[in-house]
């Protein structure tokens, strides 16, 4: 069967016109489904939005139960308020330990603190006072469980806490300037050599040439303070400053025979008035340094 161009032209004309009908079809399903896709995609959205919404206004009494918690001082050393953190609480209570040491040990009479001859204050007539921390917080701002952490976050145990006919009070253990307060009250008296095993003054090179001269005086402070322990790496000794380079012993015994008083603290610090504020050098068992344990010959 013989097929006419013109009949074969015919043909690709209505198939391509077939072909471009199906091609727009097509192209308007494919559109229709992208806009019904696009109308589904918008209801998501919304509802979405709509479930944020109703968990934000779901999620304030949280939120201000903890604000309540913070007011109330409740979670105190996790969550401080807004841009608070546990190192701000941290420096927070030492400073407050700071102030109370110099409070305690030189401040009393100045600020008309009622303090006892054993050295101790009421806790609320500390908070009264019209004084800031080293981290400027106002110490009437502070609680007594403020204080309690203070204490007991001092390595070196510097203070002492009394409950008595109900009410708190704080003493500072050693280092006093204070002239109302009482060796005998503040501190248990040594009465034998063999009560202390080691009896250590920590001091410094640039020291030594004035205190072989003179003897360790006690300066401003109502003692001259020794160790009870070497300033051993790790270790935390009361009554020594840890960068020491001179090592200077008593011979607690002589001391003793030769009626020099000694006392020891709360926090094991052992402590002397001298003979008028001064411990002679005739009393100086063995002088060594620091960390190398030479030995200074010690002329008496």
Not at 66 to 93: C, Q
Not at 111 to 121: A, C, E, I, P, Y
Not at 230 to 243: A, H, K, N, Q, Y
């Amino acid at each position: 069967m013989r097929v006419s161009a013109s009949s074969s032209l015919g043909f690709l004309r209505s198939f391509s016109h077939y072909n471009f009908s199906l091609f727009i079809s097509s192209r308007l399903v494919t559109s229709q489904a992208r806009g019904l896709h696009h109308r589904r995609l918008l209801r998501m959205d919304k509802a979405n939005t709509s479930a944020r919404s109703s968990s934000s206004v779901n999620s304030k009494p949280f939120s201000s139960s903890v604000s309540a918690s913070r007011r109330s001082g409740r979670g105190r050393g996790r969550d401080f308020g807004r841009g608070g953190t546990v190192a701000d609480e941290d420096n927070r209570i030492d400073a407050l330990g700071r102030l109370l040491t110099r409070v305690l040990r030189h401040m009393a009479a100045e600020l008309n603190l009622d303090m006892r001859s054993d050295g101790f204050v009421r806790v609320h007539d500390l908070l009264r006072l019209n004084m800031s921390t080293y981290a400027k917080v106002p110490l009437k701002s502070h609680t007594i469980a403020d204080i309690k952490e203070a204490v007991r976050r001092d390595n070196k145990q510097r203070f002492s806490l009394l409950e008595e006919d109900g009410e708190l009070l704080i003493r500072a253990n050693q280092g006093h300037t204070i002239k109302t307060v009482q060796s005998e009250n503040l501190l248990k008296p040594i009465l034998s050599a063999d009560e202390v095993q080691v009896c250590v003054h920590g001091t410094y090179r640039k020291n030594l040439e004035s205190i072989l001269q003179s003897g360790l005086k006690r300066m401003q402070r109502l003692h001259v303070h020794f160790a009870s322990g070497l300033p051993t790496d790790g270790e935390v000794i009361s009554g020594m400053r840890r960068d020491v380079n001179m090592l200077i012993f008593l011979d607690v015994r002589k001391a003793l025979q030769d009626g020099m008083k000694l006392y020891i603290s709360d926090n094991k610090v052992v402590l002397t008035e001298g003979f008028d504020g001064v411990v002679p050098v005739k009393y100086f068992e063995k002088i060594e340094t620091w960390p190398g344990r030479q030995r200074i010959p010690v002329q008496n």
